[in-house]
T-cell receptor, first 112, second 116 residues
Framework: TQLLEQSPQFLSIQEGENLTVYCNSSSVFSSLQWYRQEPGEGPVLLVTVVTGGEVKKLKRLTFQFGDARKDSSLHITAAQPGDTGLYLCAGLNAGNNRKLIWGLGTSLAVNP | EAGVAQSPRYKIIEKRQSVAFWCNPISGHATLYWYQQILGQGPKLLIQFQNNGVVDDSQLPKDRFSAERLKGVDSTLKIQPAKLEDSAVYLC??????????????FGPGTRLTVL
């Protein structure tokens, strides 16, 4: 069974701090996505990484896909209260049976 | 472009009652997904449709859950009878193609179900 482990599960920080969220698996993925979900809403896609070693930046968010395409990280610089939410990673498994495997999420609270 | 629409947004029922959720995907999206999300956790796929056919329902509790997408557009998910552990947010998502190249899915706002 493919699993995506996210860490930490919960994170509470002050505005202006930096943080990193990790998404790890023993399986190889053909692509990996990061979503953010705010209370009462569905997840919204932030980024998709496809190539091993790929780094993508979205304003203060930096996403990296591991060289072996088994893990990914999300780094937020100078966090703001608007970054509060549940961050989910989801990997598209390689091969013919293509399924999206979801992590359990990291709940981030940024306090003013 | 309109997003994925879901209704109702909230539903409170007593155990053993029945409930139905409705989803209208983004226009032209062939693939539709229903997920169950327990508070603070990632989504769990219940069923995936390609047009009006079922692609994956391996995690759907078929003794009480059913779903249909008769005309290949909107879809309904039904629970009959509901149990306390069915309390969750039910998310509908859609994607433009079958086995989308990079797996992108577009989610609706969800229906929060509380079973008392």
């Amino acid at each position: 069974t493919q699993l995506l482990e996210q860490s930490p599960q919960f994170l509470s920080i002050q505005e202006g701090e930096n943080l990193t969220v990790y998404c790890n698996s023993s399986s190889v993925f053909s692509s990996l996505q990061w979503y953010r979900q705010e209370p009462g809403e569905g997840p919204v896609l932030l980024v998709t990484v496809v190539t091993g070693g790929e780094v993508k930046k979205l304003k203060r968010l930096t996403f990296q896909f591991g060289d072996a395409r088994k893990d990914s990280s999300l780094h937020i610089t100078a966090a703001q209260p608007g970054d509060t939410g549940l961050y989910l990673c989801a990997g598209l498994n390689a091969g013919n049976n293509r399924k999206l495997i979801w992590g359990l999420g990291t709940s981030l609270a940024v306090n003013p | 472009e309109a997003g994925v629409a879901q209704s109702p947004r909230y539903k409170i029922i007593e155990k053993r009652q029945s409930v139905a959720f409705w989803c209208n995907p983004i226009s032209g999206h062939a693939t539709l997904y229903w997920y169950q999300q327990i508070l603070g956790q990632g989504p769990k796929l219940l069923i995936q449709f390609q047009n009006n056919g079922v692609v994956d329902d391996s995690q759907l509790p078929k003794d009480r859950f059913s779903a249909e997408r008769l005309k290949g557009v909107d879809s309904t998910l039904k629970i009959q009878p509901a149990k306390l552990e069915d309390s969750a947010v039910y998310l509908c998502a859609s994607s433009p193609t079958f086995l989308p190249l990079q797996g992108e899915q577009f989610f609706g706002p969800g229906t929060r179900l509380t079973v008392l």
